[in-house]
């Protein structure tokens, strides 16, 4: 398939085991976050998505908090499956989904 | 139902030519965003079209340009092409909902490969 990023961080983690993504954003303006997956030859597929009167919001399997103190935004993801091995973005936006900033990607491989 | 489609899939082309990319959106959506991505920038907004209306605007140069049609079918074209135009162009669609596209309610096509020689 398609390679998303040829030099992108890598996060290896074992099957079953919790994955934490960090992203780090830039404007301290931005009131709306979100989290995506993107699977080689495919487009981003929207996860799960924050808004900064928030710290905390969870899904199915996956948890996002948000650190507005000093910028910061994790993705995790319980019991790693091998189909979550994908690379993963955060976007950060003003105006509740204006002008998505995304992020550089962090790739997650799934151990077996 | 079906998802947002992008054609062609794949394109070569050379420098100094230009290109046009075809995106269908979801059935019922209004909104259509264009974005590049590339392993040096990642995944950058080009711009939102809405009831054939360019309703946002990121920073890339006039060679990139887009319209809409009627039928929200939306299309970009990027003139004089040049080597670092190489990416692959997604396209986003969304029900046009006041105050822009959520991540939940905009669904991202499988993209159009762009290789400039």
């Known amino acids: 398939g398609e390679s998303v990023g040829l030099h992108l961080p890598t996060l290896s983690v074992q099957e079953g085991d919790n994955s934490i993504i960090n992203c780090a954003y830039s404007?301290?303006?931005?009131?709306?976050f979100i989290w995506y997956k993107q699977e080689s030859g495919k487009g981003p597929q929207f996860i799960i998505d924050i808004r900064s009167n928030m710290d905390k919001r969870q899904g199915q399997r996956v948890t996002v908090l948000l650190n507005k103190t000093v910028k910061h935004l994790s993705l995790q993801i319980a019991a790693t499956q091998p189909g979550d091995s994908a690379v993963y973005f955060c976007?950060?936006?003003?105006?509740?989904?204006?002008?998505?900033?995304f992020g550089p990607g962090t790739r997650l491989s799934v151990l077996p | 139902k079906a998802g947002v489609t992008q054609t062609p899939r794949y394109l070569i082309k050379t420098r100094g030519q230009q290109v046009t990319l075809s995106c269908s959106p979801i059935?019922?959506?209004?909104?259509v965003s264009w974005y590049q991505q590339t392993p040096g920038q990642g995944l950058q907004f080009l711009f939102e079209y809405f009831s054939e209306t360019q309703r946002n605007k990121g920073n890339f140069p006039g060679r990139f340009s887009g319209r809409q049609f009627s039928n929200s079918r939306s299309e970009m074209n990027v003139s004089t092409l040049e080597l670092g135009d190489s990416a692959l162009y997604l396209c986003?669609?969304?029900?046009?909902?006041?105050?822009?596209?959520?991540?939940?309610?905009?669904?991202f096509g499988p993209g159009t490969r762009l290789l400039v020689l």
């Open positions: 976007a950060e936006g003003e105006n509740y989904g204006q002008n998505f900033v």
């Open positions: 059935s019922g959506h209004r909104s």
């Open positions: 404007n301290s303006a931005s009131d709306y």
């Open positions: 986003a669609s969304s029900p046009g909902l006041a105050g822009g596209p959520t991540g939940e309610t905009q669904y």
